[in-house]
């Protein structure tokens, strides 16, 4: 399938912001997502942004699409320890599965 | 509401066995999709159920079948193990095929 790259970890002090980085290769992709895994969990969706939008914000998360380049960030404001997970960027079309990345392991330190 | 729930939570097999997972669907979700979260990996999609039927399937061998009851729960067979299959197992539901996905916990599957 195509290719969602991400960077595998990212370390921050607690109270800065994080901003974590994806590309994507498909151009049929219409959905970006931003899931969180905690330790031992599941998969939480955080929010996602549709392919005609460039910019999303959510009380402390701003998603940034440039559809031009695949590139999609997500930036986490004063971030938390709390915040500290796995956070993975995944694109579909519509009707179809979710084509995730890798995941980077997010560090929150006090 | 329970959310998206699955059992078990754990499993050890041994290579060449069999295994069936299962998962129940959140309250007045239709569809059930499966992935497989290899260690340090993201999930890959491994098939999604709709009205009994598997309505999309990922890069998965036949080893790996599936059911849907009319009840919208669903089960994951995983046929002749081989190590490689260990992983955490994810299922999730959704209104509709491309609805929002929620997912379950998973199922942790250990083959020796």
């Known amino acids: 399938g195509e290719d969602v790259e991400q960077s595998l970890f990212l370390s921050v002090r607690e109270g800065d912001s994080s901003v974590i980085n994806c590309t994507y290769t498909?151009?049929?992709?219409?959905?970006l997502y931003w899931y969180k895994q905690e330790p031992g969990a599941g998969l939480q969706l955080l929010t996602y942004?549709?392919?005609?939008?460039d910019m999303k914000q959510d009380q402390r998360l701003t998603v940034l699409l440039n559809k031009k380049d695949k590139h999609l960030s997500l930036r986490i404001a004063d971030t938390q320890t709390g915040d500290s997970a796995i956070y993975f960027c995944?694109?579909?079309?519509?009707?179809?599965?979710?084509?995730f990345g890798k995941g980077t392991s997010l560090l929150v330190t006090p | 509401d329970a959310g998206v729930t699955q059992s078990p939570t754990h499993l050890i097999k041994t290579r060449g066995q069999q295994v069936t997972l299962r998962c129940s669907p959140k309250?007045?979700?239709?569809?059930v999709s499966w992935y497989q979260q290899a260690l340090g990996q993201g999930p890959q999609f491994i098939f999604q159920?709709?009205?009994?039927?598997?309505?999309q399937r990922g890069n998965f061998p036949d080893r790996f079948s599936g059911h849907q009851f009319p009840n919208y729960s669903s089960e994951l067979n995983v046929n002749a193990l081989l190590l490689g299959d260990s992983a955490l197992y994810l299922c999730?539901?959704?209104?509709?095929?491309?609805?929002?996905?929620?997912f379950g916990p998973g199922t942790r599957l250990t083959v020796l």
């Open positions: 999730a539901s959704s209104l509709s095929p491309g609805g929002e996905q929620f």
């Open positions: 498909d151009s049929s992709s219409t959905y």
């Open positions: 942004i549709f392919s005609n939008m």
């Open positions: 995944a694109e579909s079309a519509p009707g179809y599965a979710l084509n």
């Open positions: 309250s007045g979700h239709d569809t």
């Open positions: 159920y709709y009205e009994e039927e598997e309505r």
